[in-house]
């Protein structure tokens, strides 16, 4: 019971003093100890055992001059492969930095460029809005001149009105060109937006011949009775088409002659566009006026 | 004095030819002169010290350059030739600084 707490101390204890010094010295300390190397002493015990002439001051022999001289190349070679490199080094960096400016100097060139160009990008895309805006109104104005002038099929509410000549009518009481264009202006005055008669849609160039006894309307011959569809308010028009002077214009031909007249509501109508006029003697000008001088500016040269 | 001369004309030698060092062998240049030099004050302080032995000289000089050399291969191989190197360095330094406070010791006599 009271060798207990003894054996671990004095094993503890034993254990230091046993342990070789290189254990328990700390590293720095032993390297500073041990800076002459060992073999030196090692040596010198030794010869002193051997009982050799111990002297004081062993002078260096050829053996330590070479090696001193290997030393000195060695010190020598590596200064000089350093210097030598950092030369190189030195050039290397210098081409670096060259390099480094000039393509600086580039990417000034380019940012410069880039901003120039965004700046015409910028001025580009205000041509195309305003380009963008005159397409639209024309787009809207075309769409409205087709519409009334009869060059883009429509559809609306509206009337339609059947006209034809009295039954076993002689050749002289037949419904003839004049009498249609009476009726087809008294219906415009009368708030008409659009016409067709027997599906030939009028425009702003359509007229009425008579060709013998048929009539023709863009160049079509019509078959009696004919049939107009008008869109426009169906409230209004045939009111506006008895009370207007062409109207009554109208209403006294058609009595005096006996044509069969009938007005009524057609609902909702789809009316065809005209075929497009053929223009013969007009023609488009050239969009590019540009581009064509150059062409001519080539041909002449 | 022919330690001295040795000296000398090994510097000489050198600056006159200027050999070029294979370019595999760069980095371990600097590691050998730093463990050359821990041989060489080692034996100076030997010299000092009165036990000077040439044959210890010579072996010690070569065993350091090789080993150093060898160890900063050996790290280079194994991807830790810095550190290496770092710890080679760190150890002859003091060596090197130590030799030297002895050296300093005799020759002045402080």
């Known amino acids: ?301 | 004095m022919i330690a001295a001369l040795g000296l000398l004309v090994g510097v000489i030698l050198g600056l006159i030819f200027t050999p070029d060092v294979p370019s595999g062998l760069d980095p371990y240049l600097p590691i050998a002169v730093v463990a050359a030099l821990d041989a060489v004050f080692g034996a100076l302080r030997a010299y000092l010290e009165g036990i000077f032995d040439d044959k210890v000289f010579v072996v010690s000089f070569f065993s350091n350059v090789v080993i150093a050399a060898a160890i900063v291969y050996l790290g280079d191989k194994l991807g830790v030739g810095g550190q290496l190197s770092t710890g080679v360095i760190v150890v002859l330094g003091i060596r090197i600084f130590s030799n030297v406070a002895q050296i300093r010791r005799y020759v002045f006599h402080a």
């Open chain 1, 1 to 301: 019971m009271a060798e207990a707490p003894v054996t671990p101390r004095s094993r503890a204890g034993r254990d230091a003093a046993d342990l070789p010094e290189h254990v328990t010295v700390p590293l720095l300390s032993l390297i500073t100890q041990r800076s002459l190397d060992a073999d030196y002493e090692h040596v010198a015990a030794r010869r002193r055992a051997s009982g050799e002439a111990a002297s004081t001051h062993p002078v260096p022999r050829r053996t330590a001059g070479l090696v001193l001289l290997a030393f000195g190349l060695l010190v020598t070679i590596a200064a000089v492969q350093t210097s030598r490199n950092a030369s190189a080094s030195d050039a290397s960096r210098t081409t670096l930095i060259e390099q480094i400016n000039l393509r600086r100097d580039g990417l000034n060139d380019v940012q410069k460029r880039l901003d120039r160009e965004q700046a015409r990008v910028l001025a580009l895309q205000a041509k195309t809005n305003d380009l963008t805006t005159t397409d639209q109104a024309a787009q809207a104005r075309l769409q409205r001149l087709g519409v009334r002038t009869g060059f883009v099929p429509v559809k609306g509410p509206g009337i339609q009105v059947t006209v034809n000549s009295a039954p076993d009518s002689a050749d002289n009481q037949l419904v003839r060109d004049s009498d249609l264009t009476l009726l087809t202006d008294a219906l415009w005055v009368a708030g008409a937006e659009a016409i067709s008669v027997n599906g030939h849609r009028l425009t702003v160039l359509s007229a009425f011949r008579n060709v013998g006894i048929a009539v023709l309307v863009n160049n079509q011959p019509l078959t009696p009775p004919y049939v107009f569809d008008v869109i426009g308010n169906p409230d209004t028009m045939p009111a506006n088409l008895l009370s207007s002077a062409i109207g009554e214009k109208w209403y006294t031909l058609k009595d005096g002659l006996g044509f069969r007249f009938d007005v009524r509501d057609g609902g909702t109508m789809n009316l065809p566009a005209a075929p497009d006029a053929h223009l013969r003697s007009a023609e488009a000008a050239p969009d590019a006026g540009g581009h064509t001088r150059t062409q001519t500016g080539d041909s002449g040269s």
